[in-house]
C-alpha cells in the first residue's frame, strides 16, 4: 500500500489542522492505520492508532484529549485532527499502516508501510 501525508502547516500555540492520509489499492479496510511523528533531534514517536473498522482508537499520554484520529474506509483515507497544538508537537507526521499487527501494538511496534511526512510547525 503507498500513502500520501497531507494537511500540516504552520499554526499558532492553540490552534488546530486535521491531517490527512490517503491509500492507494481497494483492501483499506484490511489495514490499521496510525500515525508517528518525529521532531528534530528526536526519535520518532507513536501518537496513535486506529481499527480496522475504527472502532477501536489509541494514543499517546502526551496528545490525549487533543488529538482524534478516524478513518474513512469508503474514502481510503485516515484523519488525524489536532487540537490546542503547543509548541512541543512541532514534528514531522508519518502516517503507517499494519496488516500484520492489531492498532494496539502500533505503539510498540513498526507498521509494515509507512507514508511521506507532513511538517507541522507550532509558534509560541
Known amino acids: 500500500v503507498q500513502l500520501q501525508a497531507s494537511g500540516g502547516g504552520l499554526v499558532q500555540a492553540g490552534g488546530s489542522l486535521r491531517l490527512s492520509c490517503t491509500a492507494s489499492g481497494r483492501t483499506f479496510s484490511r489495514y490499521v492505520m496510525g500515525w508517528f511523528r518525529q521532531a528534530p533531534g528526536k526519535e520518532r514517536e507513536f501518537v496513535a492508532s486506529i481499527s480496522w473498522t475504527g472502532g477501536g482508537t489509541y494514543y499517546a499520554d502526551s496528545v490525549k484529549g487533543r488529538f482524534i484520529i478516524s478513518r474513512d474506509n469508503a474514502k481510503n483515507t485516515v484523519y488525524l485532527q489536532v487540537n490546542n497544538l503547543k509548541p512541543e508537537d512541532t514534528a514531522v507526521y508519518y502516517c503507517?499502516?499494519?496488516?500484520?499487527?492489531?492498532?494496539?501494538?502500533?505503539?510498540?511496534?513498526?507498521?509494515?508501510?509507512w507514508g511521506q511526512g507532513t511538517q507541522v510547525t507550532v509558534s509560541s
Open positions: 503507517a499502516a499494519s496488516d500484520k499487527l492489531i492498532a494496539r501494538a502500533l505503539e510498540y511496534s513498526d507498521p509494515d508501510y
